[in-house]
């Protein structure tokens, strides 16, 4: 049954990569617009956390399609970009947020990961999402797929870690962390 769900929204995904999200031009980022007042910049018609890195930008600056398409698979109001980190030819990891905030911090934001896997086969993967708390739980999912690991989900996740891995017979080629927002 999961096997079906995760097939049926990589196909979601990817219909609404061509169909729904703008198209994305040059890796420039003279596109952007910036919100000042939610510290929010706009790339490609993707919100994106105005402090988050340069490599965030370029990521989805360089195909704003697939990044939009991704957010659908972490659910609604999922819709503002935390971080992203390409892999190689390998995979790319999305965190998102949806700007709430569940305790009484800047850093109490609700944060999803997904680790998309770009090779085109079957892989070991998985994603590990740890938020900025010691006595909360780590989230993840690993296992055996084709499209993505995750999505996995932290209430107060923002400052936390998003942790991906990806195996080719039996090498680790994927074993990183990304930081989740702009935290000091």
């Given at each position: 049954?999961?096997?079906?769900?995760?097939?049926?929204?990589?196909?979601?995904?990817?219909?609404?990569?061509?169909?729904?999200?703008?198209?994305?031009?040059?890796?420039?980022?003279?596109?952007?617009?910036?919100?000042?007042?939610?510290?929010?910049?706009?790339?490609?018609?993707?919100?994106?956390?105005?402090?988050?890195?340069?490599?965030?930008?370029?990521?989805?600056?360089?195909?704003?399609?697939?990044?939009?398409?991704?957010?659908?698979?972490?659910?609604?109001?999922?819709?503002?970009?935390?971080?992203?980190?390409?892999?190689?030819?390998?995979?790319?990891?999305?965190?998102?947020?949806?700007g709430t905030t569940t305790g009484d911090s800047y850093y109490d934001k609700p944060i999803c990961a997904v680790f998309f896997n770009d090779t085109g086969y079957t892989r070991y993967m998985g994603i590990r999402l740890k938020d900025n708390y010691t006595?909360?739980?780590?989230?993840?999912?690993?296992?055996?797929?084709?499209?993505?690991?995750?999505?996995?989900?932290?209430?107060?996740?923002?400052?936390?870690?998003?942790?991906?891995?990806?195996?080719?017979?039996?090498?680790?080629?994927?074993?990183?962390?990304?930081?989740?927002?702009?935290?000091?």
């Amino acid at each position: 049954m999961k096997t079906a769900i995760r097939l049926g929204s990589a196909c979601a995904v990817l219909l609404t990569a061509l169909l729904v999200a703008p198209a994305a031009s040059a890796a420039d980022l003279s596109g952007a617009k910036a919100d000042r007042s939610a510290g929010i910049v706009e790339i490609q018609g993707i919100k994106v956390e105005r402090q988050a890195t340069a490599e965030t930008k370029r990521i989805i600056e360089s195909d704003a399609r697939v990044a939009a398409a991704t957010a659908n698979v972490c659910g609604s109001g999922y819709t503002i970009s935390t971080g992203a980190a390409r892999y190689g030819t390998y995979g790319t990891t999305y965190t998102w947020t949806n700007g709430t905030t569940t305790g009484d911090s800047y850093y109490d934001k609700p944060i999803c990961a997904v680790f998309f896997n770009d090779t085109g086969y079957t892989r070991y993967m998985g994603i590990r999402l740890k938020d900025n708390y010691t006595s909360t739980a780590d989230v993840e999912d690993f296992g055996a797929y084709g499209s993505y690991a995750g999505p996995v989900y932290q209430k107060r996740g923002y400052c936390g870690k998003a942790y991906s891995y990806m195996e080719i017979g039996g090498t680790a080629v994927v074993d990183n962390y990304l930081t989740v927002g702009s935290c000091n």
